[in-house]
């Protein structure tokens, strides 16, 4: 069969790969899709992220009739963007609230029935983003059994620069439920419209509409106004309890649009219609909400890089009467009479408003994460929900949605060791030639070095791992932020766009720079809350998290491996794998140490530098710590000189030859140090040894030279 060009010569007859040709000629960039029911890609994808495969490669990829097709968006397909609808009873509501804000428009777009059954609407718009959650609702309780951690769900989403979707002409089995997917309405997938910013604009507002689910509590919930200086209720809670909205916006000129539900759409002033807000959703401690979509909605700020900006009565009362400015407006109420009447310590209740002191009012507190319900559980449920430890990203250290320390002191050459790992999981190496990795993607978030360091650095690390080129440079992903730093809570919104699974692994070099400025890293309580979010971000990502951390000061040597770490105590009971590097006493080496909560027990080992990677040195004793005291030094050698005796004499006590096994069981040493102690003695000429066959297999056996041999 020829190329193709359009799905309509398709329909009926063609493979997948016929679909991809097609969607590749019309400026779309598809990728093979698993007929697994995963939705996972086959093979490497983020090239076609920003460039479509070329139609010889598509013919390979593509020789299979079992495979699906998906679609890469954005710069790769020339700008083309898809809102995903997950349910047929969102889809209408958004359909209806589009149609009245912009008559035509869903007409002229591609609209794709899925198989749960749901809606894609997809287009091309010069101005796209990343992947976006428009729209969330809570899970129903069927979704609670199966997953009772995943108490909220998308409900819709965007699939832009970064994301893919499936599309019709694959294999129905790439989707879980076996069924395909269908062009519904509008121009087919190869003749996308192409519509403008303001456009988009209507759809995304008219998606955010439908969001079931306030997150976080409105700021000013936590302003002193609903604390300092009042005896009893504060004027600003008692305005939320009391007050209309329409008493709060009308004055303003907003004004009613219509009701769907128990929610109440509002038109902004300066507008004729539409929806520029919405009120009827509660927060999570049951205050009533306005939500603001409109970014032209002065003074709300609107959605700015989330669904909606949301507001309590007070707070849109404060804003649009008081310039924001809570503790006039909380003193203006309380003079109109909300709230319990104000006082301060040792003043009377008796003194009129005019001189009564209300106080200044604090600002805002430091940020909070919102609190989610607590989960309870029987063990039965317990054991049913999570019947399995979650997989190894590098066995015997750290496991998926695990986080771990990798603790050193300055310039030693951590950010380096952290490289190696990356590469290893990028190219599916076992890291330092001990440990196996499970290969996938990795991201690098960097505060501290300039942008062509880190791409000089990571490659030469790659070269001298002999890892190619081909192997990493789609799998490795690089956030170089500085000069454009941010807290971790500064980032949310950019690990929310994040596709779970998209990471095995994400590493934070260096610690100390993604903390909330102000907070102190011997702050247990701010310390807590770090990790707290370092958990929700591997929650969100299904990643492991790596962070890049320093020494506390002094003397390293005899501190325990999760004390070795600077900060509060928190920072050493959170982290789930701590890997500390110490000074060895051979010179440009160290001492590998860890300790575990999810895995057994493992040696330390001692690490050589070659530049500029860390490599396992042979034969050196990792317990030789450069600095340890003397004292342990002598009770360690005092104890080895016991211990070589206690090996002559089962030695002389044998009738004949023995192996490493028999003197393990007569003096109850462990493998290593009886290993390390015959060693000494034969250099010492008080035992020899010879290597002998036993079944096929040689076998080191020692005994005690004669007199002639001494």
């Known amino acids: 069969m020829s190329r193709l060009s359009a799905i309509d ?69 020339r700008g083309a963007e898809l809102i995903d609808v997950d349910d047929e009873a969102s889809y209408q ?110 759809l995304f507002r008219a998606a955010r509409l439908l969001n079931e689910v306030v997150e976080q509590e409105p700021a000013e919930v936590h302003h002193g106004q609903q604390a300092g200086g009042y005896a009893g209720m504060p004027p600003g809670d008692d305005f939320n309890l009391r007050a209309s909205w329409d008493e709060i916006l009308a004055p303003h000129g907003w004004t009613r649009s219509h009701a769907a539900g128990d929610v109440q759409h509002w038109t902004r002033p300066g507008k004729d219609q539409g929806t520029s807000a919405t009120t009827g959703l509660t927060s999570k401690r049951g205050t009533d909400l306005l939500c603001v979509f409109s970014t032209s909605a002065h003074p709300f700020p609107g959605a700015n890089g989330s669904p909606c900006s949301t507001h309590t009565k007070f707070g849109a009362y404060c804003l649009l009467n008081h310039g924001g400015d809570f503790a006039t407006a909380a003193r203006q109420l309380a003079a109109e009479g909300y709230g319990d009447a104000a006082q301060r310590q040792g003043m009377s209740n008796l ?193 492991a998290i790596v962070l890049v951390h320093h020494t506390t000061k002094g003397n390293q040597t005899d501190k325990r491996v999760t004390d070795v770490g600077a900060g509060g105590g928190s920072q050493s009971r959170a982290a789930d794998t701590h890997l500390v590097l110490r000074e060895h006493e051979e010179e440009g080496c160290v001492v590998l140490d860890a300790a575990l909560r999810s895995f057994a027990p493992v040696d330390p080992i001692v690490l050589q530098w070659e530049f500029p990677c860390w490599w396992p040195a042979e034969g050196l004793d990792p317990g030789e710590l450069k600095g340890r005291k003397s004292r342990q030094q002598e009770a360690r050698n005092d104890q080895d000189r016991k211990d070589k005796l206690a090996i002559v004499a089962a030695m002389q006590k044998a009738s004949d030859r023995v192996t490493n096994k028999l003197l393990r069981k007569a003096t109850g040493m462990g493998r290593e140090k009886l290993a390390r102690l015959l060693d000494a003695l034969e250099s010492e000429g008080q035992i020899k040894s010879e290597t002998t066959l036993k079944r096929g297999n040689p076998c080191d056996e020692y005994y005690l030279p004669n007199d002639s041999e001494s």
């Open 9 to 77: 010569e398709l329909n009926g007859h063609a493979r997948p790969g016929d679909y991809a040709q097609a969607y590749r000629a019309a400026g779309l960039s598809p990728i093979p899709i698993r007929a697994d029911g995963s939705k996972a890609p086959e093979g490497p994808w983020k090239r076609f992220q920003t460039e479509p495969a070329s139609e010889s490669e598509l013919a390979t990829k593509f020789l299979a009739s079992n495979i699906g097709v998906g679609i890469c968006y954005g710069a790769g397909s």
């Open 93 to 202: 509501p958004f359909a209806d609230e589009v149609e009245r804000a912009a008559p035509g428009l869903l007409a002229k777009l591609c609209i794709i029935k899925t198989p749960r059954p749901g809606r894609h609407v997809v287009y091309r718009c010069e101005h796209i983003d990343g992947n976006q959650k428009l729209a969330m609702r809570h899970a129903t309780p069927e979704e609670l059994q199966a997953k009772p951690s995943e108490r909220v769900k998308c409900k819709i989403e965007t699939r832009g620069q970064g994301g893919y979707a499936l599309a019709p002409g694959g294999d129905p089995a790439a989707h879980p439920t076996g069924r395909p997917y269908v062009h519904l309405a509008g121009p087919d997938l190869t003749k996308l419209a192409t519509i403008t910013a303001d456009e988009r604009e209507v």
């Open 351 to 543: 003194l009129p408003d005019s001189v009564r002191d209300f106080g200044e009012i604090p600002g805002p507190p430091a940020r909070r994460q919102p609190l989610t319900p607590i989960e309870k559980f029987s063990y039965l449920d317990l054991r049913s929900a999570y019947p399995a430890m979650k997989p190894p990203v590098v066995d015997g250290l750290l496991r998926r949605g695990e986080t771990m320390n990798v603790v050193s002191y300055s310039k030693v050459g951590k950010s380096w060791l952290a490289y190696s790992l990356l590469l290893s999981i990028a190219t599916g190496k076992s890291w330092l030639g001990t440990y196996p990795t499970t290969q996938g993607g990795v991201l690098l978030i960097d505060n501290e070095l300039h942008r062509p360091t880190l791409a000089n650095r990571i490659g030469m690390v790659a070269e001298r791992l002999d890892c190619e080129l081909e192997h990493y440079a789609t799998q490795l992903d690089v956030w170089p932020l500085r000069g454009n730093l941010r807290s971790l809570e500064d980032m949310m919104a950019e690990f929310d766009a994040i596709e779970p699974g998209q990471y095995q692994l994400i590493a934070f070099d260096a610690r100390y720079r993604f903390a909330i400025a102000g907070e102190s890293e011997n702050d247990n309580a701010a310390q807590a809350m770090f990790y707290n979010t370092l958990d929700r971000i591997a929650e969100r990502t299904e990643a």
